[in-house]
Antibody, heavy 117, light 107 residues
Framework: QVQLKESGPGLVAPSQSLSITCTVS????????VSWVRQPPGKGLEWLGV???????NYHSALISRLSISKDNSKSQVFLKLNSLQTDDTATYYC???????????WGQGTTLTVSS | DIQMTQSPASLSASVGETVTITCRAS??????LAWYQQKQGKSPQLLVY???TLAEGVPSRFSGSGSGTQFSLKINSLQPEDFGSYYC?????????FGGGTKLEIK
């Protein structure tokens, strides 16, 4: 069955960079896209970006200068990197598989990030 | 970017009641709209896509409707497991923005 699992550092200092890995199973990264979505504590969902099966990417315009998404198809892993972290980047970060119509049909459990010194 | 406006922000209802959540897009998104349910401490789950197609395993008491800029999610005969937060999201070109969410609570 389809599964996604995020793994991240938990705590990062301001101005540093964040790297999160999403490890997937049950589908091929060459056939489906994977999106990243985050949710600050007590707030709503924010779509961050997507990497498609062909390796192309799209990013939220507000984060395009700080965000990078890449993948390793052979390891079934997708990577999110976010630079110049600020306290308002504190959130739970989710990876999600794109369905055939570009909606998120399967989600990971999420990984919590706190930006603090 | 397309903005999604969801209402109400919160809603209190009893088991057995019928509720409707609405979502408005800032421009025409045709039927490229999805609805998600999120329970406290859990990841979101897809309920509806393409405005009215129920995701696999979603009970038939849920229904989605609308097209263009106006959409709604209706839940008939609320069950205890339906309480939580609901989000709309367009999937008509990136960024795939979400609505602000509706928190559905037990009355």
């Amino acid at each position: 069955q389809v599964q996604l699992k995020e793994s991240g550092p938990g705590l990062v200092a301001p101005s540093q960079s964040l790297s999160i890995t999403c490890t997937v199973s049950g589908f091929s990264l060459t056939s489906y896209g994977v999106s990243w979505v985050r949710q600050p504590p007590g707030k709503g969902l924010e779509w961050l970006g997507v990497i498609w099966g062909d390796g192309s990417t799209n990013y939220h315009s507000a984060l395009i200068s700080r965000l990078s998404i890449s993948k390793d198809n052979s390891k079934s892993q997708v990577f999110l990197k976010l630079n110049s972290l600020q306290t308002d980047d504190t959130a739970t970060y989710y990876c999600a598989k794109e369905g055939d119509g570009n909606y998120e049909d399967y989600w990971g459990q999420g990984t919590t990030l706190t930006v603090s010194s | 970017d397309i903005q999604m406006t969801q209402s109400p922000a919160s809603l209190s209802a009893s088991v057995g009641e019928t509720v409707t959540i609405t979502c408005r897009a800032s421009e025409n998104i045709y039927s490229y709209l999805a609805w998600y349910q999120q329970k406290q401490g859990k990841s979101p789950q897809l309920l509806v896509y393409n405005a009215k197609t129920l995701a696999e395993g979603v009970p038939s008491r849920f229904s989605g409707s609308g097209s263009g800029t106006q959409f709604s999610l209706k839940i008939n005969s609320l069950q205890p497991e339906d309480f939580g937060s609901y989000y709309c999201q367009h999937h008509y070109g990136t960024p795939y923005t979400f609505g602000g969410g509706t928190k559905l609570e037990i009355k």
